[in-house]
């Protein structure tokens, strides 16, 4: 991804984050971004384009985010890993996960159903993996979307929740 590439995915998954998916049309989009409308389609050819570049993007945030420190932190991993995950939602998702807002903005995309798929899926095998977990991918996913999808209602007792299931699971 080229620094215009990455402007644009970052101003994309910002615009989408505080102002949703159906609401904004390409104009606002392309303010958004800082590059013309003749940039911002070379890169992203239409909105659902430009919907998969942000959510692309913060999926790569979301994991670097939650995985990339653990080998530099002093307290156990599971901690480490859901005090990520407590400053994600605190800071980029207190309304819940953009990925299941973007499917549910536009519920007949593949392409978007496809990438909540793959972002979820994936999160569970690196949690499994993290953890030490291998072969609790399943229950490590249904942990980690009942966290994600409570947030907004139990804000950190969701959390505690989810710790504390994913200890019953060693």
């Given amino acids: 991804m080229n620094k215009t590439q990455e402007k644009i995915a970052s101003a994309l998954e910002t615009a989408f984050a505080q102002h949703g998916f159906a ?4 104009d606002a989009l392309k303010e958004a971004t800082g590059v013309s409308l003749r940039t911002l389609y070379k890169y992203c050819p239409s909105k659902e384009a430009m919907i998969v570049t942000a959510l692309e993007y913060r999926h790569t945030r979301y994991l ?19 005090s990520q995950i407590e400053f994600w939602m605190n800071k980029y998702a207190p309304s819940g996960c953009l ?12 392409a978007l159903s496809e990438l909540l798929t793959r972002h979820k899926f ?9 953890l030490d977990l291998k072969g609790y991918e399943d229950e490590l996913l249904l942990i980690h979307e009942g966290l994600m999808q409570s947030w907004p209602l139990l804000g950190k007792k969701s959390l505690i929740i989810a710790q504390k299931l994913v200890s019953e699971c060693r």
């Fill in 23 to 26: 609401e904004q049309g390409v």
């Fill in 64 to 82: 670097s985010t939650i995985f990339n420190s653990l080998n530099d932190s002093d307290i156990p991993i599971a901690e480490h890993v859901f």
């Fill in 122 to 130: 994936e999160v569970a095998n690196r949690l499994a993996n993290a």
């Fill in 99 to 110: 990925f299941h807002n973007a499917v549910a903005a536009y519920p007949n995309s593949e």
